[in-house]
């Protein structure tokens, strides 16, 4: 099969606005609610998942105004030009690698629990394998494909999730909520290292600028996508505090799924509403997973001008799997995503505000 070629080229502002929460909201959904409940108080965790989503909201808008800098241009192309050509080649190659590593790792993670709540007798090596398949079909099409499907998938995505939730709304207890304000200054920071690396993706507006014609209203759709992003993770969040209480969603392992096991929908249409979920939570596995490949070809593709988009993909295909089945414990892929993501991050947000700060004391305009 040959991918469908599209006749523009070019991305809308509402494209990239559905591409922000697409990417951030991916593995985290099931594990958020229970690591952030670990370290907080009753339902206190909500306030560290607004803070840090704020945090990173302004970043989203960082490096966006420090791409507009540079609208027709690729983040190889104008970084080159602001911290010299060696250092942009430096950044660009850790760019790639963390989108290889944190590719790996989610396909490993979807392969896991995919074994252990749908495919029982299946391997993982399988489940990771037909995954990655798809993944490389979406990603050796057309750029603009893969924004495309982000306005298809997310909004079924966040329906059925609220849907869940809305139907367990019986099971809710007023008392799990109480007392407000309980945990201290050091619990609400811990609470917002929790969901640090759950944010990774919020810098794509370093890479995709460049493929919106006319940007002009940038600012509202960044922070349009980025609220969904946070007001999802906070519905789900106090949506398992109010089902299973603080103690209890601290030491669920996926509490998302629980919750998706508790619906009772009258007349018995659904049997197992949870394995409708895992079905729901690949399709936004599959939307972050694409994302950050294409931002890792699109990397290789501006270091090597030559290099062929569907060749590149290929490649990677087997060093991600292989990567990612190479832990042999849970454990260790637990303790290796967790790293990589906050890693990742932290260095998304580093690279931002250096960009910036080197453009204002350069003294560029986005005109220039």
Not at 22 to 37: N, Q, T
Not at 53 to 64: D, K, M, P
Not at 158 to 185: A, H, M, Q
Request: glycine share 6%; charged share 10%; proline share 4%.
């Amino acid at each position: 099969m040959n991918p469908y070629k599209y006749s523009d080229k070019y991305i809308t502002e509402r494209e990239f606005g559905f591409a922000l929460p697409s990417i951030i909201l991916g593995v985290a959904v099931l594990e958020l609610p229970g690591e952030v409940a670990s370290v907080t108080f009753h339902s206190d965790g909500w306030i560290s998942i607004l803070l840090i989503g704020i945090i990173f909201t302004l970043f989203a808008l960082l490096a966006v105004k420090v791409a507009l800098y540079f609208p027709n241009q690729t983040f190889f192309s104008y970084t080159s030009f602001l911290v010299t050509r060696p250092i942009a080649v430096v950044i660009t190659i850790i760019f790639i690698l963390n989108g290889i590593a944190i590719s790996s790792y989610i396909t490993r993670s979807l392969a896991y629990i995919s074994q252990q709540y749908l495919f029982y007798q299946t391997p993982m090596e399988i489940l990771a394998l037909c995954f990655l398949l798809v993944v490389v079909y979406a990603i050796t099409g057309e750029r603009v494909g893969l924004f495309r499907l982000n306005i298809l998938f997310l909004p079924i995505i966040l329906f059925i999730f609220i849907f869940v939730g809305l139907f367990n709304i019986k099971w809710f207890e007023v008392e799990n909520f109480l007392p407000l304000f309980k945990t201290n200054v050091t619990g609400y920071m811990k609470g917002m290292l929790k969901p640090f690396g759950a944010f990774y993706g919020f810098g794509i507006g370093l890479f995709y600028i460049f493929l919106i014609r006319n940007p002009k209203n940038l600012t509202s759709k960044v922070i349009t996508g980025m609220s969904v992003a946070i007001l999802f993770y906070l519905f789900i969040f106090l949506t398992s505090i109010g089902i299973f209480g603080n103690l209890v969603t601290s030491n669920l392992q996926f509490p998302t799924i629980e919750i998706a096991k508790r619906v009772d929908i009258p007349g018995g249409i659904f049997e197992r509403i949870d394995a409708f979920i895992f079905t729901i939570w690949i399709m936004a596995i599959f939307n972050t997973v694409t994302i950050i490949l294409d931002i890792t070809i699109l990397l290789l593709c501006s270091l090597f001008k030559k290099a062929n988009k569907k060749m590149i993909a290929f490649i990677l295909a087997p060093i991600i799997f292989y990567i990612g089945m190479f832990p042999q414990q849970t454990d260790q892929v637990k303790q290796a995503s967790t790293f990589l993501s906050i890693f990742a991050t932290s260095f998304s947000c580093f690279i931002i505000i250096m960009l910036f700060l080197v453009a204002k004391l350069r003294g560029v305009k986005r005109d220039e």
